[in-house]
Structure formats: structure tokens, C-alpha cells
């Protein structure tokens, strides 16, 4: 299959290096990394093993990758208004969508100018980071959940056998709307309490009695915004999972941690705005919410210099 | 009048150092600024006029202070038990105790081991902070509530009175709880989300939007803690009076950002973690405290190096 990845940080190269591994004809749009795969390829560093891809397509212009199958979009949240300019020109009449992005409200902003009935969604509940220029790390995890735009559960299952056949663990959602809420509930707690709590990983909020109560709280807001939404999540459950599974990664730096540690804007919107604005558009109260949405909206543009302190 | 002030810091040094000039017999026992102030004097730069007093009476322990009639303490509440030990030289058979210290259930702990008949509390709203050795700094405002631990309104005046002669604005509180709950109505949004926010000052918190309403909510409440805890306070007119109020002050730096600032530890268990308990006991709630303190509590901790960031 003839794929593009546009948006080639450390997701679009795990997972689009895999499918190129596994035989498929991947096209990377990149920015930072590009001279470096061009020179050097592009080198996975991996819980599931190490392997590194030479000749790889690097491009940085749209325009020279043209017409594909998939598109696997894979730009940041924040960049999101210039996802259709870097992904019109790799169009065809038959190309599907894949969007691997955090957040909420992703896929109705790509409905509006793309057929809702070819836009899937690739939800990766995976610990990767970028390294130096072409090098990625993936530290753990690495199961995607798929789903589609309209739940059209078929087309979920065809994409998700696409990355089951390049060894991936994959899951197929009945509902996308539940899936991204579910994901919300590890990243809305996490990712931000990473930046509000003075730049930490998950261990240090783990070890800590009352910030690792305020992530279980959080997980129940989510969780009570996700079922108001129609959802019909287990939050009791879902609670000891999340905090469970996070136990496992040690100090992991969530990518809104790296960002933030990087002076890059954060995702604060996607991951905390969007579903903290729904979640009020329904009447659940989200107090907490809020707080860490104030606080890390605020915290983000500090560390850009966007506000100067006194 | 014979008085000690137990932790000559900007509060101690700024009320002391009035009532010393108002010709009361004032001593001052200090630890950072005690050789500065032996050899050059205590000078106040104040809103109200600047003023020097030369041949202060400091010293480095009480013990050499002696019993006096009145104990003016001030000391930061995360020293409040080394009080004991600092102010029972201090006292005589009619001693009063005047407590001069932010945050919650401060009076109950003195009276552990102190008379309740004879502590009295005065609330500043005040700004003012340490310059250099033997300088403080009086930027705005300075009028203190006096209240009584067990509401004797006729020993409130008296004290009112003395600083009253002291130039000060003075007011008495029928209630000292509800004073100090009042108090907390402004220590507890601005205080802490000063540190939350990014190490900022209140002129930040209150040009960005988000956070401005952040503080409103923190004010509503502690309102609602303080009227579940037996007091009258008027929420919405409140919120507006400390929006106002803190309009004027600039780009202040309350005292648990220049605590923080200085890696002191800050008053967090004071301003926020007494109060907050006070609320939950009582059945209020109060989500956003609980999210503040968790947050400044662990920044804290981090910022003192009791946690190591991975």
C-alpha cells in the first residue's frame, strides 16, 4: 500500500516505519529529522526490538510525495490548521484518512473539508519519544485502538489488520467518540499534571500521595464528561487501570512533558480544552478540569515568553 | 508599652518599628537581620513616608528580651512550633499574645499552652516584603483587623487602639474566625496560584483571563467554607472587593511567592492546607483548593529539593 506520513515526529516514524518494514511504500513528510534520514536513514530504538531503515522516502514538500492509499497524519494538535495544505496535494479519489493525534474534536475538524466517510482515527497508547535527528525510541507499549470517523467498524478492522500484519497489537473501537474519551483519561490527567506540577514524570505523581489523588480525580472527571457524552465507561475500572498500567512506564515524559520542556507550544487545547468545553456544554461539573486547563494554558505561554513575570 | 516582636521579619520589623517610633518600648528579636540592624538601624521605606529608627533594640535570643506586656509574634506559621520555645521568656503573669501570622486555626494552637483570655490576633493586608538587611519594604496598603481568640471585643479595641496611635488604619472583628476566614478569601487565590502559575505575580493572575477566574472561583469557595464554618460573609460583594483591591496592587509578590522564589519552605499548610481540611470536614466542596493544594504542596517540595524531577 502506497502511504504517506505527514507529520513525521516520533509516532508518524514508529509507526510508519514498521509499515515500511512490514513491505509497504512509505512516503515521510518531515521537517527537523529530514536531512538526517536522508543521510543516515531513520533508526528505531525499540521495546519490541531495534531496527533501523535505510533509503528511507524523506520529503519536505507535500507536493513531491503526491496521490497515495492512506494518509497517516500525524501532525502535532497544535499545527492541526495546517494539516489540510500539507495533505491536499497526497489526495487521491480513493485516499483514506488516518489521523494519529491526540486529543478531542480531531476528526470533525478534519470532516469539514474531507469525506467523513474515509477519515479513520489510530489511537496509540505508546511511551515514544524523538531522540537525536533520526532516531526515535520507543520505551513501551505500542497498541493502537482504531476507529472510524462514522463508526464504520469494517473499515476500522481493515486498517487495524494493516498494522496487526506490522506487528502491532491493535484493537477496533465500536465507538471512536468512547475510544478518544478513554485515551483522554490517561492523557488529561497525566500529560498535564506533568507540566502544572513543575515539569515531573509520571513516577514522581505517582509517588506523591495527594498529586496522584488529584490524577484519580481527574480520571473520574473525564470520565463522568465521557458518559454525559454518551459513552458507557466503568470509571471505577478504568481509575485502577490507568494508574495501574502508568505504574509500569517509570519516569515516563509524556509528550505535552516534552513539548513543554522544549519551549513548543503544548497540546493543551486538544488533550484539555476541547473536552473540558464539552464537558461544561453538557452540564458535568469539571472543576478540576478547569483548574489544570487555567493553570497549563497559562504555564505554556509563560514558557514561550508570551507573558513576562514580575 | 513593653513589647517583644518574636521574628522580626517585614510584618514583625514594618507594625514593630511603628509602634517603636509611636515611643513604646519595643524589642525585636531577629535572626537574619539582627547584626545589620545592631549596627545600622531598621529603615522602613513606606507608602506612608519613609522613616529610620536608629538604636534598635535587637537581639538573638529571647531570653535577653525578658517578660514584656505585650508579645507581638510574627513569625512565618511554618516555624509555629518553635514558638513556644522563643516567646515563654517573654512572658509575665498579664502578658498578651498578639499573633501577626497568615493562614488557619493559628490561635487554637497557641492555645495549647497559652491562656485563650489573653491572645489576640491582628490580620494585615498589607504588602510589604525585605529589602536588604535592616530595609523593609512597605509598598501599599497596611490596615490590620484585630480580633480576639475568644471574641472579647473590648480586648481587641484596646489593642486596635495602641496601634491606632501607631498611625495605623484598625479595624475590630466581632468574629476572629470569620476574619481570618476573610483573610483567606485573598491569601488562598492569590497566594497560591502566584506559585502555581509559574512563580508570577498577582498583575500576571489578573491580566490573563483563565486564571483571573480561576481566582474568583478559589474566593467563591472559601466563602462558601467560611459560611458553612458559622460566618455571614457576603460571597459575590467579597469577590469583587478582592478583584478590586487587588487591582491596585500592581505587580505585587505575595509572601508565599517571595518565599518561594527564595526556596523558604512556603505556608502552604497554613493558607491552604488547614483551610482546606476545615472545608472537607465540614462537607463543602472545594475542588479547586484541593487542586491547589496538592500543586503548591508538591511544588514545594520539588523546589526545596525533597523530590528529584526525572
Redesign the interface.
Known sequence: MRIAVIGAGAIGCLYGGRLARAGHDVHFLMRRDLEAVRQRGLTITSCDGDFHLDNVQAYGDPAEIGPVDLVLCALKATAIDDAEALIRPCLGPETRLLTMMNGFNIEPHFARWFPPERILAGLAFVCCNRGEPGVIHHLDHGRVMFGHCLDDVEQARQIAQLFAEADFDTQVAASLLEARWIKLMWNIPFSTLAV??????T??IL??E??S??AR?LIRETGQAANADGCRVDIDAMVDKMMTDTATMG?Y?PSMLVDYRNRSPVEVEAILGEPLRRAEALGVPV??M??????V???D???RGL????
Not at 502544572?196 to 514524570?201: I, L, M, N, R
Not at 478547569?290 to 493553570?295: C, D, F, I
Request: glycine share 8%; net charge positive.
Open positions: 502544572s506540577a513543575g515539569s515531573v514524570t513516577r514522581e509517588a506523591d495527594v498529586l489523588e488529584l480525580t519516569a515524559k472543576p478540576c478547569r483548574m489544570q486547563y487555567g493553570l494554558r497559562f504555564l505561554r509563560l514558557n507573558v513576562t513575570p514580575g
